[in-house]
Structure formats: structure tokens, C-alpha cells
């Protein structure tokens, strides 16, 4: 008993002394591989696993999608520095992302490489990289979860196009200077870097697009978007709660600022750009300490679109002429919203349901060429008095209960038009009706129920209806007549 006892302790030894012989011996033929490795070679003489063939100048895996699936576990824990060879073209998907203790890679001089692979370097410790100008595209999360890394540079003349989707999501990376060749930010490229606290672009910048979710959750206080930017993707800027300024340079190409682009940043004011066409749902909604916004001369804007500015701090506006339609809540709960201006010939035709719901607005001049005044569109406005409409009104309806809630407002009705029905004739309360357009007549609304006047109750309250030309005109309509 006690010789197999010596027998497998000794044997235990020997074993163990040969692991960290191979681990060893591995390391130093995967550190003189990476160096000295020639362009195309047959797998046969490679010296270090078969499992790493270079076809091409590219680096790939004999089998599957990744080298990472047949990398053994002491190769993948003992590698440490890398040294890519200038005649590599490509580093494939997944390539090197096992290697959790790499923590320095560098490039050789004359580096040839254009495409660096999906996730090729993800969940690394090395401090910093400098990509060859050479590098055309950057694949998806490349360099994500990097926690270490804290710079980033690329090289003088950098012809980089692309920064795929989730590049340096949730790395450490403080700052960055986007070379002047990239047209593209991918999706969620800087998501979640909770120390990345600038970015500057190169001047001369050809950025298009930067896409969903490109700075989500990122700590940076300020940006300049590039001219050449035309694209705001959904939620790029969502979620950044330090984010107090966005400027954009002169000449700016932007046309569509898209869903949710600023939703929940800390932005005390913005100047949108006379290119903008769209303002994309949810795009500034809960700014809480957004209090103005103003438009470059010669605007050509024309839809704000649903929920826009919902929950937003603002305090004035002044829409632009170009604009044909304000859309479902785009301004509902700016309690701090008391003036609303529209710029002289305005085409606005529509405003949509709750467009201005529980605002702070206590008068409104409709422009002449509105049309459709949505439900609810001034509803609930405690403090709304006065409704006027531009000379020369081309108001056709007014949608169900526009004005609900809004307890003393008086609105001046547009003198042309028909009334199809008597019944057509409320104009907010209890359960609504539609509302052709109108003879000149003035309504009173009062929600107190007291006395004096025609009273009538509903579900959220009640209304004194005085008598005007309004109600005189409709009581020649039978309440069950057609169109007139």
C-alpha cells in the first residue's frame, strides 16, 4: 500500500512537471509563430498547432468558425503579448478572444491589415492599441469588454470606414479622435463605456450615420457632430446623463434625428439645424432640464413626430413655418411649456391627439392652415384661456373632446364653413363630439359646477355652455340630421 502510495505521488509529480514543460515550450512556438510567420503555408509545417492555418494572409481555424474552439486551455491562459505580422490581411472572428491575460499586441511597421473580425479581441487586458492606417473596418465588439483599455489611437492616414456594431462596447476607453475617413459609427460602438468622457472627430470628417444605441449609457458631457453626419439613429445618444451640450458644425447635412436619439440626457438647450427634417419619436423626451429649443433660420422641418418632447423642461418654442404636422403627445406634460408661437406662413395642417395634454400654455393662436385639430390635443391645460385662429382659417374639424378638461377656455371659432350636425357641436366635454367648421361664435367652458347658464355633466366633469351664435345656430339641426 505504501509503494503504490510513493508510486502515484511520484507519478503526480512527473506529470505536473511536464504540464508546465508543454505550457512552456507552447508559449514560446505561439510567441515565434506570430512573429515570423510566413504569408501561405502549407498546415503541415506550422509550428505550433494545426488547428491555426494562415490561407492568404488571413488567419483561420482549420475547422468551425473560431480558433478559439480549438485552442487548448494552457495555450489560451499563458498567451500574453502578440506581435501581428505586417503581411497578415485579416484577423479572423474570434480569433484571439480567450486569451484573457493578453496585455500587449502591437503591429509590425507596414502593417497590411484591413479587417479586424467579430469579437477578435474581446474581453482583453492589454492598456492600449494603435490600429495601422491600413484597417478598413473594425468587426463587431472587436475590442469589447476590454476593461483595461484606456487608449486608443489610430495611425496618421488611417483609412478606417467602419466601426462595427459593439466595437469598444463596455471597454474603459476615456477618449477618442474618429478619424476623418469613418462613415460609420455602428450600433451600440460605445454603449455602456462608463469613462469615456470625449469624442472628437478629425476635421474633414465624412461620418454619415451613427447608429442605434452608438454612445448609449456613456459619460461624455459634450459633442460637435460633424457636417457631413445625416443620420441620427434610434436611442445614440439615450440614457447619457451628463450629456449637457450637442452642437453641430457649420453646413450641417443632418435630416432625420431619430427615436429616442436624446431621450433622458441632461441637455439644457439645443439649435436644431435648418437641414433637419425629422424630429423621430421619443427624441427628446424626459429632458427634464431641456427649457429651450431653436431652429436654424430657413428650417425645413416638417413633422415632429409622437412623444417628441413629452415629460421635457420646456419653457417657449416657436415652430418653424416648414412644419405640416405636430403629432400624437409630441408636447404633452411640458408643465413648464407656457408659450407656443408658430413662424409667419405656416403649412402646419394637423395637430394630433394630446399634441399639447397638460401643458402650461394659457393661449394659442391656431395658424390659418390648419386643418384638424386632434383629440384631446388642448386637453387638461388648467391654465389655457384663450383659443384664436389666424385670419383667413381653414379649419375643417376639430376632433372629440380637443379642449377636455381645460376648465375656462374660450375659443374663437374660424367664421366659414358648415356645421354637418347639431350634435357636432361640443367641443371637448363629456363624450365628445367631431366639429365641422363654423360660423363666428365664441364658447365659454367653465368646469366649476355652479349655477348660471345651460350645465351639463360627464364622466371628468362638467361645462356651462353660455349662449352665443354657436349654440343659437345649432339648435335649427335636428341632433339625429345628416350632413348638411
Known sequence: MEKRRVLGTAFALAFGVLSVLFEVEAMHLL????????????????PFPRSWVVVQGVLTPTSGDSIASHFRPNWRRGLRSLLVPAHWEKVGKGCFSPCSLLTFVAFEAGSCLRDVGKSAFKGFSFPSICIPASVEALGARCFA????LSQVTFAIGSRLEEIGAGAFSWSSVPSLRIPASVEVLGAGCFAGCGCLFQITFEQGSRLRVVGMDAFDRSIIPSICISASVEKLCKQCFAGCGRLSQVTFEAGSRLRDIGESAFDGSSLPSIR??????????????????????????GSRLRVVDKEAFTGSGLEAICIPASVEKLCERCFAGCGHLSQVTFEAGSRLGVIGMDAFARSGLSSICIPAN???LGAECLGDC???RSVTFEAGAQLRRIEPRAFFCSPFVQVALPPHGEIRSARQINLGWNRGFGLSI???????????PQGGGQQRRGGLGSYREETSPLTQYAQSFSPHSTDA
Open 31 to 46: 510567441e515565434v509563430a506570430t512573429a515570423q510567420l510566413p504569408s501561405k503555408e502549407p498546415p503541415e509545417s506550422l
Open 145 to 148: 469588454r476590454c476593461g483595461h
Open 272 to 297: 436644431i439645424p435648418a437641414s433637419v427634417e425629422v424630429l423621430g419619436v421619443r427624441c427628446f423626451a424626459r429632458c427634464g432640464r431641456l427649457s429651450r429649443v431653436a431652429f436654424e433660420a
Open 370 to 372: 390648419m386643418e384638424v
Open 382 to 384: 388648467s391654465l389655457l
Open 438 to 448: 363654423f360660423p363666428p361664435a365664441v364658447v365659454q367652458f367653465d368646469n366649476r
